[in-house]
């Protein structure tokens, strides 16, 4: 199984650890989520396809945008309610369980 995340996440990724902690760890955490997951690319014809969709959040609709054109089975969000609309399912973290690979 390969999870997941838009590549406009890795800059936030960058921002929030490096508030809080220093820019070492910052690029360390970078280098762990270019290890540990796959990255959809962000192009025009992509965000246009988000400014297209019917929810208010954008940066929600790019999400769903992605899973859109990567052919995502869910999409794992704390955030359930802005995703009522999308085409792909959304679950929330705990539900993940039942998409991984039985031991």
Known sequence: MVVYLPGSVV???FYIVRR??????????????LGAFGLLTIDAPLLQQARALPGNDFEDNLQIACAINAQLDVIVTRNLADFQLSPVPAIDPPQITAYLPKP
């Open 11 to 13: 800059t936030d990724i």
């Open 20 to 33: 809080q902690a220093d820019i070492a760890t910052a690029f360390a955490a970078i280098d762990l989520v």
